[in-house]
T-cell receptor, first 116, second 113 residues
């Protein structure tokens, strides 16, 4: 079966542009997470969805960041008015249910965003 | 809130030898989980091993095992019989009850033939 996919894999944006990053989780997975990974660092949590409900968005760094998962499957992370500090790899992960801190999270390959 | 610290930015090991990667954590959660994830240069993060904090027995997965010292808040990863394919960035992570992960800074592991 297909794993988690993300698109685009690479995105170059000029400062001030809006970008949209897409995540296709494993089919049927209830939980979906977004993480931001700066170069040479560990990923940092951005937001969490349980089906279509965004239950935790405490990691979003500013109101320029917005995420949605309207039908409980595909998710989009949108960054408005991009800044150079937004340059990072954005990772999406999904897990089968909503019940488990012990569950394996399956990660996508990430989208590398470079803001010039 | 959780914090995870990996104090070894880089480690190296000879093929077939054993290496231990260190991790310490702090948490206010009573119910938590600890993980080691591997991120090869292709960047797809893969779960290596997990430990439930309420379990005293250390987790093992083939050549990978952990030394979980709850009182010391230590969670190290031992890789036995190291293979070239083990070369990657390794992240220690703490998980909440619903799955949110807090990662350490990572340790780059080099395996020498």
């Amino acid at each position: 079966g297909a794993g988690v996919s993300q698109s685009p894999r690479y995105k170059v944006a000029k400062r001030g542009q809006d970008v949209a990053l897409r995540c296709d989780p494993i089919s049927g997975h209830v939980s979906l997470f977004w993480y931001q990974q700066a170069l040479g660092q560990g990923p940092e949590f951005l937001t969490y969805f349980q089906n279509e409900a965004q239950l935790d968005k405490s990691g979003l760094p500013s109101d320029r960041f917005f995420a949605e998962r309207p039908e409980g499957s595909v998710s989009t992370l949108k960054i408005q008015r991009t800044q150079q500090e937004d340059s990072a790899v954005y990772l999406c992960a999904s897990s089968p249910t909503s019940g488990g801190g012990q569950e394996t999270q399956y990660f996508g390959p990430g989208t590398r965003l470079l803001v010039l | 809130a959780q914090t995870v610290t990996q104090s070894q930015p880089e480690m190296s090991v000879q093929e077939a030898e054993t290496v231990t990667l260190s991790c310490t954590y702090d948490t206010s959660e009573s119910d938590y989980y600890l993980f080691w994830y591997k991120q090869p240069p292709s960047r797809q993060m893969i779960l290596v091993i997990r430990q439930e904090a309420y379990k005293q027995q250390n987790a093992t997965e083939n050549r990978f095992s952990v030394n979980f010292q709850k009182a010391a808040k230590s969670f190290s990863l031992k890789i036995s019989d190291s293979q070239l394919g083990d070369a990657a960035m390794y992240f220690c992570a703490g998980g909440t009850s619903y799955g949110k992960l807090t990662f350490g800074q990572g340790t780059i592991l080099t395996v020498h033939p």
